[in-house]
C-alpha cells in the first residue's frame, strides 16, 4: 500500500483506523507516530468531521461508494489541506473494511494541467502540433471546470470553451490579450495579487465570489500553478472549479448544526468537558440544571462524581479510564438523587479529543435526563432526518467514443455506474460498455451517440433510459452526446455524458403511488375512485354499456375500534381490503373510501352479474371472523348497489344513489346489499331523511329553535316549587312548528343530535341569566341525546357552560339521560354524571324500565331522579303487570334515596293511583300541556296552589 503514489486510510465500518500508507502519513507529518486504532476523525477538522458523520458515511453505506468529496485534512501543526476523498467498502485481513483514497486539491486537474502541458510540448512539429492541439482543445472543452494557460507577460495563450463563456468573450477576442483587457475590473480585483504571486513561483489557491445581474451570487475555487522551465516562470495554469454547490452545501450545514444547538437547548441536554491536564471540569447550563444546580456550577471532579449513587459513580470512573486509555467513547445511564428524593436517570456520553496523533487531551461530552426520553424523542426526530439528508455531490458520467463508436475514455463517475473500468472499457464497443433500456418496456435501446454520429449534432433524447451496469445494478439515467469536430468540422468521434436520476425516478413514482392509493390498506383512494368513476360513467353515456357501483360500509368496524383500539382497527381494514381484493376481478376498481367504507366499479358487468359479486361479498364477510387476542368479531357489510349506465346525469347523482342505497341496506338490517331502483321506497325514505338534515343545519344557523316548557307537578309534601321540563320545536318556513318527532330521528342518524343538545342547553341558560328572580323555580330539566353522553367532547364544552353559569344557576338545572344511553354508554355517561353533579346540577334517568337490566345499573348510575317509562303509565289502571312495575321502581327509588317522576299522566285515576304509590312527581297533559318556556313562569299559581288542568 505503500507503494501507491496517492494517501490511502484503511478503516472498519465504524472508522477506526487500521491502516494508513506512506504518503498519507507524510502529508499530515505524522510519519513515526503510530496513530492506528484510533477514530479517523482525529485527521479531519470539526466541520470535515460532521460532514464525514452526517454525508460521507450515509451515502457510502446507501450507495457503496463516495466520490469527489472535498473536505480538509489537518497535519500535526494544525495547517489544513484542502483534499478530494473518495471512499468504497472492501476487505481487510479477512473483516469487512473501508478503503478511503485522498487527493490534494491542487492534484485534482494534473490531467488538465497535463493536457496543457501536452499541448506545450508538441509545438515543435506542426503536424503533432496541429493534431495535440485539436485533441487536446476537444477533450480540454468537454472537461467541467474553467482552464486557461497565461504567459509571463499576462497574456492568455489558452483558453478552454468554459473559460471563453465565464468571460463572455470569444477565443480570438481573449488569446494573446492582456489580462486587464480580458477580464472584468471585479475580477481583476480580486485576482491581481494572486498572479503577482504565482508569477514568483507561488502556487495559489483560493476562493473567488462574482455578483451575477440577476442578483445571484457564483462561488469558484481558483487555483494558479506557475509553469517554471530551468528555474524560471513562464507563466500559470489556470483551473477554476465552481463550488456555488458546496458553499450552499456548507450554509445549510452551518444552519442545520445551529439548529441542532438550540434543539439541544430546548431538549435539556447539556455538555461537559475534563481537562485531563489541569482536572479542570466545565459544565455548560443545561449540564447544571441536569443535576439541578445553579446555573455557572463549575464542580471539580470529585463533586460530580459525588453526586451520583456509589453504582453510578464506579461504572463513571471507569467509562473516564476506558475513554483515556484506550479511546473508547462511553454511553452510560447514572442514578442522580434528587433533593426531593426522587432518584432521576442522567444519561451520560463522552469521548476522549486531543492533537491529531497524540494522546488525549480532554473529554467532552454531554448528560441529559432521560426521564423525558420518549418526549424529547419525538421532538428530535424530524431534525434528525433533516440531519441526515443532504446535498448529492455534483458530478456527471462521460465517456468519449471514436467514429466507429469505440470506447477511447470514461471517468471516474461512468466508471462506477457502468461497472467498467477506464482500462477495460478502452477499446470495447460503446453498446457493450453502455447498455440502456426502455425503462417502461425493458426493451433494448441505441445510446444517443448512435443518432449523434449519424446527425452530426447533439442529441437529447426525451425516453427515459434504464442503465444496465456490468454487474446487474441499474440506473436511471438522463443522457446526452455531442459530436468532437476536427479542424476540418469532420466528426471524428463523440462525447457521451449522462446522470444518475435514479431517486429521482423513484420520488416520482412514491409521489404517483400516494396520490392514488390509500396508504394502510394499499387499495386506491378516494380522489382515484372518483376520477376512475368518471371516466366509466363518460365510457357508459357514449357507448351505452353497463357497468356495477358498490358503496360498502363494515357494520361492527366502530365496535372493534372502541374495544381494541384504533391500531387494531387499522389491521381490520387491512385484512378487509384484502378479502375484498380477493373477490373481484383484477381489471375492476377497489378502493378504501374513507373510515370503514369501501367502493367498487364492476367494469362491463350487468346488474344481475354485479347482484352476484356483492353477494358474494356479503356472503365470504358472514363468514369471516376477525380475531384478536382473545375476542372474535363476526363483521359483516351493508352494501349499497347502483347499476352504471347512461341514465345518470353525473357521478354526483350516482355516488348519491350508492350512498342512500349503502344505507338502506344498514337500515334493512345490515349484512345484506340493497340494490338501488328508480322507486325505491327505502331509498326515498333516506332521502327525506336527508333533507331533514339541511333544515335542521338551517336551525341551528338561523335560531330557528323555540324552546317550550311543561310544568312537573308536586304530589307529596315537602316537594313544593316550580318543577319543568324543557321542549323542543322547530319553526317551519310557513311560521308553524315542527315537533321534535319529525326531525329529531334525522338529528340522531346525521349525527346532529349533540349540536341540538348545545343550542339548547345554551339558550336555557341564556333565559335563566335573563330572569329578575329564579327563587322560585325548583328544577328546570334539559333532555340530553345519547350521542352527547357519549361524546367527550360535549362533556368538556357542557362544563365549560355550567361553570360560566355560575353555582346559583346550576342549582337549578336538571339533565335528563335516557336510560338506553346511559347503558350503551356506561362508563361515560357515569363519568359526565359526575362531573356535572359537582358543579350543583341535578341529573334524571329518564325513560326508566324500558330497558332490559334497569335495576343492575341503577346502583352504578349516581342520579337524582327517576322518570318511569311511560308505557308503565297510560295502562296502569287496567294492566296489573304495569301496576307491579311502578310499585317496584318505586319501592327501589326509596331504597337508593332516589325521588319518582311519572310521565304521560292523562287520566286523574291515574294520577290517583300515583299518589297512593308514593310518586314523588308527576307530568302530562292532564296537568299542564306545553307552552312556550318565555310564558313559564307568567302561567303558573305560584306555590302551594292546586295545578291548573
Request: aromatic fraction near 8%.
Amino acid at each position: 500500500m505503500n507503494e501507491l503514489p496517492c494517501p490511502v486510510l484503511v478503516t472498519d465500518m465504524c472508522g477506526t483506523m487500521l491502516a494508513l500508507n506512506l504518503p498519507l502519513r507524510e502529508l499530515v507529518g505524522a510519519s513515526h507516530v503510530d496513530v492506528e486504532a484510533q477514530s479517523m476523525d482525529v485527521l479531519f477538522p470539526p466541520a470535515s468531521r460532521i460532514f464525514l458523520q452526517t454525508h460521507a458515511w450515509p451515502t457510502l453505506l446507501r450507495d457503496g461508494r463516495v466520490t469527489e468529496i472535498h473536505l480538509h485534512l489537518i497535519d500535526t501543526r494544525g495547517q489544513r489541506i484542502p483534499v478530494m476523498v473518495n471512499a468504497q467498502p472492501g476487505v481487510w485481513n479477512g473483516k469487512p473494511a473501508c478503503f478511503w483514497v485522498l487527493f490534494v486539491a491542487q492534484e485534482r486537474h494534473h490531467f488538465e494541467n497535463a493536457l496543457l502541458q501536452a499541448r506545450r510540448d508538441a509545438e515543435g512539429s506542426a503536424e503533432a502540433l496541429a493534431q495535440s492541439q485539436r485533441f487536446i482543445r476537444n477533450v480540454a472543452d468537454t472537461i467541467p471546470g474553467q482552464v486557461a494557460y497565461w504567459d509571463a507577460e499576462r497574456r492568455c495563450q489558452f483558453a478552454n470553451k468554459h473559460y471563453l463563456d465565464s468571460l463572455g468573450q470569444s477565443e480570438d477576442a481573449v488569446l494573446g490579450q492582456p489580462v486587464h483587457l480580458v477580464v472584468s475590473p471585479e475580477l481583476l480585483a480580486q485576482s491581481i495579487g494572486h498572479i503577482d504571486a504565482v508569477l514568483k513561483g507561488e502556487p495559489q489557491e483560493f476562493e473567488r465570489t462574482l455578483s451575477l445581474p440577476d442578483g445571484a451570487t457564483i462561488h469558484s475555487l481558483v487555483q494558479y500553478v506557475p509553469d517554471v522551465v530551468d528555474g524560471q516562470v513562464k507563466g500559470f495554469f489556470v483551473q477554476v472549479s465552481d463550488i456555488t454547490r458546496l458553499k450552499q452545501v456548507e450554509s445549510a450545514l452551518r444552519t442545520s448544526q445551529a439548529f441542532l444547538q438550540r434543539t439541544g437547548a430546548l431538549a435539556g441536554v447539556g455538555g461537559w468537558e475534563l481537562d485531563l491536564q489541569t482536572d479542570r471540569l466545565l459544565w455548560s447550563e443545561g449540564a447544571c440544571d441536569v443535576h439541578r444546580q445553579p446555573p455557572g456550577f463549575q464542580p471539580r471532579r470529585e463533586q460530580w462524581l459525588a453526586l451520583y449513587c456509589a453504582d453510578s459513580r464506579r461504572r463513571i470512573e471507569q467509562a473516564l479510564t476506558d475513554a483515556v486509555e484506550r479511546t473508547e467513547a462511553f454511553d452510560i445511564e447514572l442514578d442522580l438523587p434528587h433533593p426531593d428524593g426522587m432518584v432521576h436517570s442522567v444519561r451520560a456520553v463522552g469521548m476522549a479529543e486531543g492533537g491529531p496523533y497524540a494522546k488525549a487531551k480532554r473529554l467532552v461530552g454531554a448528560f441529559q435526563d432521560v426521564t423525558e426520553r420518549r418526549r424529547m424523542t419525538r421532538e428530535l426526530e424530524g431534525q434528525h432526518e433533516l440531519l441526515r439528508v443532504t446535498l448529492q455531490s455534483i458530478g456527471d458520467a462521460v465517456i468519449t467514443v471514436d467514429a466507429a463508436e469505440t470506447v477511447m475514455w470514461l471517468n471516474a463517475v461512468a466508471e462506477r455506474m457502468t461497472g467498467w473500468t477506464a482500462d477495460q472499457a478502452r477499446g470495447q464497443p460503446l453498446a457493450e460498455v453502455f447498455q440502456i433500456v426502455d425503462a417502461g418496456t425493458r426493451q433494448r435501446m441505441d445510446s444517443p451517440v448512435v443518432a449523434c454520429l449519424a446527425r452530426r449534432e447533439p442529441v437529447i433524447p426525451g425516453h427515459q433510459a434504464m442503465l444496465i451496469s456490468r454487474g446487474g445494478a441499474e440506473f436511471g439515467i438522463e443522457d446526452t452526446a455531442a459530436p468532437i469536430r476536427n479542424d476540418l468540422g469532420d466528426v471524428f468521434g463523440a462525447v457521451l455524458v449522462f446522470r444518475d436520476v435514479t431517486e429521482q425516478i423513484r420520488l416520482s413514482g412514491e409521489m404517483d403511488y400516494r396520490a392514488t392509493h390509500d396508504l394502510l390498506t394499499g387499495l386506491f383512494n378516494r380522489a382515484e375512485f372518483e376520477s376512475r368513476l368518471q371516466a366509466l360513467w363518460a365510457r357508459a353515456r357514449r357507448d351505452g354499456s353497463t357497468h356495477g357501483l358498490l358503496f360498502i360500509d363494515l357494520d361492527q368496524f366502530k365496535l372493534v375500534n372502541d374495544t381494541c383500539g384504533h391500531a387494531v382497527g387499522d389491521h381490520l381494514l387491512q385484512q378487509v381490503g384484502r378479502l375484498l381484493a380477493d373477490t373481484v376481478r383484477t381489471r375492476d376498481t377497489l378502493a378504501r373510501l374513507g373510515g370503514d367504507e369501501f367502493g367498487i366499479l364492476l367494469e362491463d358487468c350487468d346488474p344481475d352479474q354485479a347482484q352476484q359479486v356483492a353477494q358474494k361479498i356479503c356472503d365470504r364477510m358472514n363468514l369471516f371472523r376477525f380475531e384478536h387476542e382473545d375476542k372474535r368479531f363476526r363483521i359483516g357489510v351493508s352494501i349499497g348497489l347502483v347499476p352504471l349506465d347512461s341514465r345518470w346525469s353525473s357521478t354526483a347523482a350516482l355516488q348519491q344513489a350508492a350512498d342512500t342505497a349503502c344505507y338502506a341496506a344498514k337500515d334493512g338490517g345490515r349484512n345484506r346489499v340493497h340494490v338501488w331502483f328508480d322507486a325505491d321506497a327505502a331509498v326515498s325514505a333516506r332521502q327525506f331523511e336527508v333533507q331533514w338534515t339541511s333544515r335542521i343545519e338551517h336551525a341551528l344557523d338561523t335560531d330557528a329553535f323555540v324552546l317550550f316548557a311543561q310544568r312537573i307537578v308536586a304530589q307529596r309534601s315537602g316537594t313544593a316549587g316550580l318543577h319543568a321540563e324543557v321542549l323542543l320545536r322547530m319553526k317551519a318556513e310557513d311560521g308553524s312548528l315542527v315537533m321534535p318527532g319529525a326531525f329529531l330521528p334525522a338529528a340522531e342518524r346525521f349525527h346532529l343530535a349533540s349540536r341540538i343538545d348545545r343550542w339548547v342547553l345554551e339558550h336555557v341558560i341564556l333565559w335563566l341569566r335573563a330572569q329578575p328572580s329564579i327563587s322560585e323555580l325548583q328544577t328546570l330539566s334539559v333532555n340530553l341525546s345519547g350521542q352527547s353522553v357519549g361524546d367527550r367532547a360535549f362533556h368538556a364544552w357542557a362544563d365549560e357552560q355550567l361553570q360560566a353559569a355560575g353555582p346559583a344557576i346550576c342549582a337549578k338545572l336538571c339533565l335528563e339521560i335516557t336510560e338506553t344511553a346511559a347503558v350503551t354508554n356506561l362508563t361515560d355517561a357515569v363519568a359526565f354524571i359526575e362531573r356535572v353533579r359537582a358543579a350543583g346540577v341535578r341529573v334524571a334517568l329518564d325513560d326508566f324500565g324500558a330497558g332490559a337490566s334497569s335495576f343492575g345499573y341503577l346502583k352504578n348510575l349516581p342520579v337524582d331522579y327517576l322518570k318511569i317509562d311511560g308505557q308503565f303509565i297510560r295502562d296502569l289502571m287496567t294492566d296489573a303487570l304495569d301496576d307491579v312495575a311502578v310499585r317496584c321502581f318505586v319501592d327501589v327509588a326509596q331504597v337508593v334515596g332516589v325521588r319518582t317522576v311519572a310521565e304521560f299522566v292523562d287520566q286523574p285515576a291515574v294520577l290517583a293511583r300515583l299518589q297512593v304509590m308514593g310518586v314523588d312527581y308527576a307530568q302530562g297533559y292532564l296537568l299542564h300541556r306545553p307552552e312556550p318556556l318565555s310564558v313559564l313562569f307568567q302561567t303558573w299559581s305560584g306555590l302551594g296552589q292546586p295545578p291548573k288542568h
